[in-house]
């Protein structure tokens, strides 16, 4: 009897929530990935998902699921169990989408659990060579004179590229006018076509015209400059302040993750990023490594959401 009763004590402490957490990762782990494949948010995904399977032992398995603009991949994250073993790969439109969508099927602060951030890039604004201006102050004078006749190309209705040309816009006391394209390569046509005057855009896809002259970089919107582009100014030395934004990267899981597995995820995330592999597969995005708790991370999301909440307010953009 007292065999039993010590197996079955045994038996209760391995089922423990607590005890579960300290052998994870013990099967498969799968991280989707919210959009189709290709682009930098399938490149650091893939490059996160090879760097846990290779330290961990463990196959992790690497799912596109996009559609409905991320909410498809994110709704199925928000349902999975909480046990660590189904991940989810997040970017701005993580903290963007309830700013400007009416209804959702999940909520991004109460159904998931921060995990781990991993890297951000800053932004660039860039401007047709038609646009006879030189820099991001001169564009700023020019707006003012001609208030809405300045255009901008995004890659769709409630993109990252509209929302933060809205934001450098509200920022800058000027107004422009919204060109919406059915993805970022016909938008980026015409800028270099001088059909549309700016874009604001992830570095990977701008960079290479920047250099080369078909289209004019006018300043970058991180709080320093990018060592990519280490000649063109920060909107701050422009003289427009609260513009510190980026496109980025991180991890999140399903509400109600335990402690113990949502540690050992950012811990091993933390280390990989010093990587050399990894470091490499970010520079090439414009990026560099960067690690939070998961508390701070999940504050990072909570403060730019309210953020965007703002600027789709004053901005009147709605989207459903």
């Avoid at 010590?6 to 994870?24: D, G, I, N, W």
């Avoid at 290479?208 to 280490?230: F, I």
Wanted: net charge neutral; glycine share 10%; charged share 15%.
């Amino acid at each position: 009897m007292i065999r039993a009763g010590a197996l079955l004590a045994a038996a209760l402490v391995l089922a423990s929530p607590a005890a579960l957490a300290q052998t994870y990762p013990s099967k498969q782990i799968t991280l989707i990935i919210p959009f189709a494949a290709g682009g930098s948010n399938d490149i650091v995904g893939r490059a996160i998902g090879k760097k846990l399977a290779e330290a961990w032992g463990q196959p992790v398995v690497v799912e596109n699921r996009g559609g409905g603009g991320t909410m498809i991949g994110t709704a199925a994250v928000a349902a999975a169990a909480p046990d660590g073993y189904t991940l989810l790969l997040v970017s701005p439109t993580f903290t963007i989408n309830p700013a400007i969508k009416k209804t959702m099927p999940f909520d991004t602060v109460k159904d998931f659990t921060p995990v781990a951030f991993i890297a951000r890039s800053p932004l660039l604004l860039t401007a047709s060579n038609k646009l006879p201006v030189k820099s991001a102050k001169e564009l700023f004078d020019l707006a003012k004179t001609k208030p809405g006749q300045i255009t901008y190309a995004s890659s769709g209705l409630g993109s990252i590229n509209q929302i933060s040309a809205e934001l450098i816009a509200l920022s800058a006391g000027v107004k422009f006018m919204h060109i919406p394209y059915k993805g970022g390569a016909p938008g980026l046509n015409d800028l270099v076509g001088g059909h549309v005057d700016l874009y604001v855009s992830s570095l990977p896809q701008v960079l290479q015209l920047a250099r080369d002259g078909q289209a004019r970089a006018l300043a970058v919107t991180s709080a320093r400059r990018s060592a990519l582009l280490p000649d063109v100014p920060t909107l701050a030395e422009a003289g427009i302040s609260g513009v510190d934004m980026s496109s980025w990267w991180g991890i999140v899981g399903p509400a109600g993750m335990q402690a113990n597995v949502v540690n050992a995820l950012n811990a091993e995330i933390g280390k990989m990023l010093t990587s050399p592999e990894l470091s490499t597969i970010l520079a090439n995005e414009g990026a560099e490594a960067e690690t939070m708790t998961p508390q701070a991370f999940g504050e990072m999301m909570r403060v730019e959401t309210e953020r965007w909440i703002k600027v789709a307010r004053e901005a009147n953009i709605s989207i459903d």
